[in-house]
């Protein structure tokens, strides 16, 4: 998509539906609108269980796949510790066969541990677990018998193909907040997604932390892909623009008193503004992410807000 500043833009699919009503033809004509207009890629995200009726990622992303032909495909984030990595490797592996190299893979640990006992997982040592599946996803990936010894899995000369499509693999995307976690991002991965969750003044000082992690890596942070998701209403009526984000956050997050916090609602003019001191600070990338008016939203992306940032 044709921004002012080159930075691209991403949007996330409908997902996760308030009303309980799982709405597949506005999924499609969504999908279809977004590649025509020339977004870079689509997004889904991750909630297994819930009150909102929200679809698998995985899922959902090889049907975006089989709708599409050139935009990107990605999530923000996988919560990895709680899938087999062995198994999500392969799921992962296929879906890059299936969009036929269009998939950037958003990984992260998740900040709600209350539902580990369903998993029979415990939250002991979780980071270890979250490096580990990295590391042996890469492994999978890359070997053509893949070796390696770990607390969690021993793999010994264990072959999968086919390899992804895109090499070495899949760009992996961390989505990471707290210094440590930065610091893997740094180690480990491609890329970086600001939570929708922290403001463009965290976002701005977390970004400064990590491009100095990265050169003390010996990275180039001029190689790293740097986003935020932002969710956003463009509604001149910033009464109504807010009642659909608080009945969206509330149901995905469970306090609707969030949508303050994290949102920014207004004209285009304004959300252009609020969009390009991200820009300003770094961002090549942005994960743009309304919850009502879907259609309507994309249009006027497109049209009056990507010009001006």
Do not use: C
């Not at 959902?60 to 935009?71: D, N, Q």
């Not at 893997?184 to 997604?193: F, S």
Request: aromatic content about 8%; cysteine-free; charged content about 25%.
């Amino acid at each position: 998509m044709q921004t002012k500043s080159g930075v691209k833009l991403g949007i996330a699919v409908p997902q996760g539906f308030a009303d309980g009503r799982v709405d597949m033809p506005l999924v499609r004509r969504f999908v279809a609108r977004a590649e025509a207009l020339g977004y870079d890629d689509l997004w889904v995200a991750e909630q297994i269980t819930g009150t909102i009726a929200s679809l698998e990622p995985v899922g959902l992303l090889a049907y975006v796949a089989a709708l599409t032909e050139r935009v990107r495909i990605g999530a923000s984030v996988f919560v990895s510790t709680l899938r087999n990595p062995v198994q999500f490797a392969k799921a992962l592996g296929t879906l890059d066969h299936l969009s036929e190299g269009r998939l950037t893979v958003g990984l992260g640990l998740g900040t709600n541990t209350r539902k580990y006992p369903a998993y029979r997982l415990a939250e002991e040592r979780r980071v270890a677990r979250f490096t580990e599946g990295v590391r042996i996803m890469k492994a999978l990936w890359t070997q053509d018998a893949a070796d390696y010894e770990g607390s969690w899995a021993t793999l010994s000369g264990v072959k999968m193909e086919p390899k992804p499509v895109q090499k070495p693999h899949p760009p992996l995307w961390f989505g990471a907040r707290a210094p440590d976690a930065l610091q893997r991002t740094a180690r480990l991965a491609d890329g970086w997604m600001g939570a929708g969750s922290s403001t463009n003044e965290a976002f701005i000082r977390e970004h400064n932390e990590l491009m100095g992690m990265l050169e003390e890596e010996g990275r180039d942070p001029a190689t790293f892909g740097v986003s935020k998701r932002v969710y956003l209403a463009i509604d001149t009526d910033e009464a109504r623009g807010w009642a659909g984000l608080r009945e969206w956050i509330g149901g995905f997050y469970g306090n609707p008193d969030l949508a303050e916090q994290w949102s920014i609602v207004g004209s285009a003019d304004y959300i252009a503004e609020k969009l390009a001191e991200l820009v300003e600070a770094g961002a090549n990338h942005l994960l743009l992410n309304p919850v009502h008016n879907y259609i309507e939203h994309l249009e006027v992306i497109a049209e009056e807000v990507a010009p001006r940032i």
